[in-house]
Structure formats: structure tokens, C-alpha cells
């Protein structure tokens, strides 16, 4: 039995999602201050008063990055907080930079709103329709962050 909410809960799923991404308990303790044991008390619900410390995420969430999800543990506070994590793009700030990136962004946003207005196509949307709506606006959202981020950096080079 367990004394941990359910937030509580996916913080320790999702640290385990961390250290498997590393490779296992062993690899991630290379990895970072802590051992092996501390590790999996940090990802158990067995220890409701452990969890993993900042300095120990950056260690090991930059060696997760092949494991869907990631980075998992920082996702995870951000949609605790109201948010959602977006990658910046590592792209330059040449002009077709900005045009790529714009229109990936008006696809992604097309495809949110075709998918809202095919919603409601005979009426009402159901479960699966409105998961897959906040996928599509989630993709606009993410898309719109990244072409900020390429007209911000072409900012920095016009000053």
C-alpha cells in the first residue's frame, strides 16, 4: 500500500522511465552522484519520501533521449505546472530557416483545425476524436514554439 498521490505516482514512473533510457539502475549510476540503490528508491513506491534530486535529472535526462517520451522527467513538471515542454530547433536563422519553420507551423495548425472541425462532423465528439484534437493543437503549439525560436534568434543577429 501506498501513501502517494497519483501525481506522486507518475513523478516515480517517470523517473523510472529516466534511468531505463540510461540503460538500467548500473549505467545510470555512472552516470551521476548516486548509486544504484538510491537510484531505485527514487523510481520505487515502496519509498513515498524519495525522489530525485534536480542536479541528479540533468545528469541523466541528456543520456535517456533515445526513450519515447523523454525528457521524461522534465515533461512531467512542466504538465504539473500547466505546460508542456517543446524542444527548440537547433536550426540557423537564414531566411528558408523561417520558412521551413513557418510552414510546418500553418500544416500543424491546419491539421488542429481540420481535425476539431471533422470533430464535429455529426455533432459531438467522443473520447478518441478529442484525444487526437489535443494531439493536433499540441503539434500547432509545439510548431508556433519553434518558429519563435528561429525569429529570436534571427532577432539576436540583427542587433
Not at 520558412?99 to 483545425?113: N, Q
Request: hydrophobic share 40%.
Amino acid at each position: 500500500m501506498t501513501d502517494l498521490t497519483p501525481e506522486q505516482i507518475k513523478l516515480k514512473d517517470v523517473t523510472h522511465d529516466m534511468i531505463k533510457g540510461c540503460g538500467g539502475l548500473e549505467a545510470a549510476a555512472s552516470l551521476c552522484r548516486v548509486g544504484k540503490s538510491v537510484l531505485a528508491e527514487y523510481a520505487s513506491e515502496d519509498h513515498p519520501d524519495r525522489f530525485v534530486p534536480i542536479d541528479v535529472v540533468a545528469d541523466l535526462e541528456p543520456k535517456a533521449k533515445n526513450r519515447p517520451g523523454w525528457p521524461h522527467v522534465t515533461r512531467r513538471l512542466c504538465e504539473v505546472m500547466g505546460g508542456v515542454f517543446v524542444p527548440l530547433p537547433r536550426a540557423g536563422t537564414l531566411p528558408a530557416d523561417v520558412h521551413a519553420a513557418l510552414a510546418v507551423s500553418l500544416k500543424e495548425h491546419s491539421d488542429g483545425a481540420s481535425t476539431i472541425v471533422a470533430g464535429f462532423a455529426d455533432g459531438k465528439f467522443d473520447r478518441g476524436e478529442l484525444e487526437h484534437a489535443i494531439k493536433e493543437v499540441t503539434e500547432g503549439i509545439e510548431a508556433a514554439v519553434r518558429l519563435k525560436a528561429v525569429l529570436e534568434r534571427m532577432l539576436e543577429d540583427v542587433r
